[in-house]
């Protein structure tokens, strides 16, 4: 897997020797003799994975899923929603028999595959069929004006369950011995094959004898121990972007049941209890979700209490995801110790937040604080699932510091603008909502402010220039 300088996947491919399939692409020459479309590649080319798999099938399988769930840029074949076949069997029917699908679906019954030769599937399907007496029909409940349209009624390859002549009971003893070669019991087949085409060509039907030949092959390629994978392989974690590697490393360092794809993380900023805010930072997948940021000035605290203003800033935000029953985070992250925990659990009681998952992050030591656990959990400095957590803390504690700091200049350009004669609240106001700041005020001269701002002329304009540069 190629992936560019953003971690985007451009390109999935498979070889036997990948050794000598990345040296092709990375020869010095092949900057200048290959096509555009191959040279903008090795040009896009930042990061490169791979993974081992135990056959040229699996192999296969593994691509086409990786290129359907990337579409990356590259890759042109294999783009449309086109799957692998499986091989369907509905035992809730009455008559089941093999059929053929694409999708499977949670419909309780039996899948088999996918199958990457879809030539040889349908080829040995139409062979169980025959063999086995299957209906071919797609009548679950087959009945004589089905068989008024049966071509296998010529032949006399069904057991014809739609004269009535052979009970639901009998025919699933059929089924069962065809789901048995399915399972992978192909050698009593095999060996009836190998007779039939020994008596075929001892008769001199040689052609009947290579279509033998070529069922028995198509068995093995289809259901042989080798080939069985009826499953799509796990994608195995170097595969995973680095920021969804990080969320997988996390769910398994925490023991958690489900991914936390999504993560919010609250830090306090205050100086001694004065212009206390709370900010709240959400990662999805491993990366900033910037617009579902939120920061609060915290309004019943008053003295410097860090847990106090902690059970404040979760009680108003999860308060609100209750009570208009949003989806809360798959985990909840607080910039601190035990006591910083223990506030935010009292807080999601108070409120009467459904249970999930809750850690506390302490800067001292990265250590990690889980409910019910004494001793706090320590992970390599090097663990993705530790830099994750670094990166979501450092990014709630940078925002709240910028929403303290952005308060704490706003009351010190007040304050100067408090001391200049003839300027009130209304006049205050309207400076500081029409140049935005005090530093952009300062720059301003006398004439740009009266000509500006509604209501102030020359004389107090000259004022604030005068009283602004002095300070």
């Given at each position: 897997?190629?992936r560019?300088?953003?971690g985007k996947v451009?390109y999935?491919?498979k070889?036997?020797?990948?050794?000598?399939?990345?040296?092709?692409?990375?020869?010095?020459?092949?900057?200048h003799?290959?096509?555009?479309?191959?040279?903008?590649?090795?040009?896009?080319?930042?990061?490169?994975s791979?993974t081992?798999?135990r056959?040229?099938?699996e192999?296969?399988?593994?691509?086409?899923?990786?290129?359907k769930s990337?579409?990356?840029?590259y890759?042109?074949?294999m783009?449309?929603?086109?799957?692998?076949?499986?091989?369907?069997?509905?035992?809730s029917?009455?008559?089941p028999?093999?059929?053929?699908a694409?999708?499977?679906?949670?419909?309780?019954?039996?899948y088999?595959?996918?199958?990457?030769?879809?030539?040889?599937?349908k080829?040995?399907?139409e062979?169980?069929?025959?063999y086995?007496?299957?209906?071919?029909?797609?009548?679950?409940?087959?009945?004589?004006?089905?068989?008024?349209?049966?071509?296998?009624?010529?032949?006399?390859d069904c057991?014809a369950?739609?004269?009535?002549?052979?009970?639901?009971?009998?025919?699933?003893?059929?089924l069962?011995a065809?789901?048995?070669?399915?399972d992978g019991?192909?050698?009593?087949?095999k060996?009836?094959?190998?007779?039939q085409?020994?008596?075929a060509?001892a008769?001199?039907?040689?052609?009947?004898?290579?279509?033998?030949?070529d069922?028995?092959?198509?068995?093995?390629?289809?259901?042989?121990?080798?080939?069985r994978?009826f499953e799509?392989?796990?994608?195995?974690?170097?595969?995973?972007p680095?920021?969804?590697?990080?969320?997988?490393?996390?769910?398994?360092?925490?023991?958690l049941?489900n991914?936390?794809?999504?993560?919010?993380?609250?830090?306090i900023?205050?100086i001694?209890?004065?212009?206390?805010?709370a900010?709240?930072?959400?990662?999805?997948?491993?990366k900033?979700?910037?617009?579902?940021?939120?920061?609060?000035?915290?309004?019943?605290?008053?003295?410097?209490?860090?847990?106090?203003?902690?059970?404040?800033?979760?009680s108003r935000?999860?308060?609100?995801?209750?009570?208009?029953k949003?989806?809360?985070?798959?985990?909840?992250?607080?910039d601190?110790?035990k006591?910083q925990?223990?506030?935010?659990?009292d807080?999601?009681?108070?409120?009467?937040?459904?249970p999930?998952?809750?850690?506390?992050l302490?800067?001292?030591?990265?250590?990690?604080?889980?409910?019910?656990?004494?001793?706090?959990?320590?992970?390599?400095?090097?663990?993705?699932?530790?830099?994750?957590?670094?990166?979501?803390?450092?990014?709630?504690?940078?925002?709240a510091i910028?929403?303290?700091?952005?308060?704490?200049?706003?009351?010190?350009s007040?304050s100067?603008?408090?001391?200049?004669p003839?300027?009130?609240?209304?006049?205050?106001?309207?400076?500081l909502r029409?140049?935005?700041?005090?530093?952009?005020?300062?720059?301003?001269?006398a004439a740009?402010?009266?000509?500006?701002?509604p209501?102030?002329?020359?004389?107090?304009?000259?004022?604030i220039?005068s009283?602004?540069?002095k300070s």
């Open positions: 897997m190629f560019d300088r953003f451009i999935v491919g070889a036997r020797d990948l050794r000598r399939r990345l040296g092709n692409y990375f020869q010095p020459s092949r900057r003799t290959a096509d555009a479309k191959l040279r903008s590649l090795i040009n896009s080319i930042s990061d490169w791979y081992i798999v056959t040229e099938d192999a296969l399988l593994l691509e086409s899923q990786l290129i990337y579409a990356p840029h890759n042109i074949l783009r449309d929603d086109k799957r692998y076949l499986l091989l369907k069997v509905d035992l029917e009455k008559f028999t093999l059929s053929l694409r999708l499977k679906k949670p419909d309780h019954a039996r088999f595959g996918p199958f990457p030769h879809g030539t040889a599937l080829m040995t399907r062979f169980l069929l025959s086995f007496g299957l209906r071919g029909c797609k009548n679950p409940d087959p009945d004589e004006e089905t068989r008024k349209h049966c071509l296998k009624k010529l032949v006399k057991c369950p739609c004269t009535g002549k052979i009970s639901p009971e009998e025919y699933r003893a059929k069962d065809a789901l048995e070669v399915l019991n192909i050698a009593p087949v060996e009836a094959i190998k007779k085409m020994l008596d060509a008769k001199g039907l040689f052609e009947k004898a290579a279509r033998l030949r069922t028995a092959a198509n068995i093995e390629a289809v259901f042989g121990k080798k080939n994978i799509n392989p796990a994608l195995p974690d170097q595969l995973f680095p920021g969804e590697r990080a969320v997988r490393a996390l769910a398994q360092r925490l023991g049941k991914l936390p794809r999504t993560i919010i993380c609250f830090d900023s205050n001694l209890g004065t212009l206390a805010v900010s709240m930072v959400t990662f999805t997948d491993g900033a979700d910037r617009a579902a940021y939120r920061r609060f000035r915290i309004k019943t605290v008053m003295q410097s209490n860090d847990f106090a203003m902690m059970n404040e800033a979760v935000h999860f308060s609100r995801l209750v009570r208009e949003r989806p809360l985070p798959d985990l909840l992250m607080v601190g110790g006591g925990l223990s506030s935010a659990i807080a999601l009681i108070a409120v009467g937040a459904p999930l998952p809750i850690i506390g302490a800067e001292r030591n990265e250590e990690i604080f889980l409910p019910g656990r004494k001793d706090a959990l320590v992970l390599d400095r090097h663990d993705p699932a530790l830099r994750l957590l670094q990166s979501i803390r450092d990014e709630s504690h940078r925002f910028t929403y303290h700091r952005q308060l704490r200049e706003k009351r010190i007040a100067r603008l408090d001391d200049i003839g300027i009130g609240e209304n006049r205050k106001r309207q400076l029409t140049f935005g700041s005090l530093e952009a005020l300062k720059r301003a001269d740009e402010i009266a000509a500006k701002v209501g102030i002329g020359l004389i107090v304009a000259r004022k220039e009283s602004l540069h």
